[in-house]
């Protein structure tokens, strides 16, 4: 994503209400969620089809040994 502002999307910010740029950015953030969300999506996606994850009794394995660690750790 080219992170240049466009002087024309400036241009039409300025001429905007507080409240009407309040609904711009919340959009705006809206979509960079999506954006990340999908980003996240596809790679969970292309580490199931290659393979790289974890079985759940590998990481039960794995999560009831970290809590066994941990409560040794606090005595």
Not at 33 to 40: V, W
Not at 53 to 75: G, H, I, L, P, Y
């Amino acid at each position: 994503m080219d992170q240049v502002i466009d002087k024309e999307l400036i241009s039409h910010l300025l001429r905007l209400e507080n409240n009407q740029q309040e609904k711009v950015l919340a959009y705006m953030k809206d979509l960079l969620i999506q954006d990340e969300m999908n980003k996240r999506a596809d790679e969970s996606e292309k580490a199931i089809s290659e393979g790289r994850t974890k079985s759940f009794d590998q990481f039960n394995r794995s999560f009831e040994q970290w809590k066994a660690n941990k409560r040794a750790s606090m005595k």
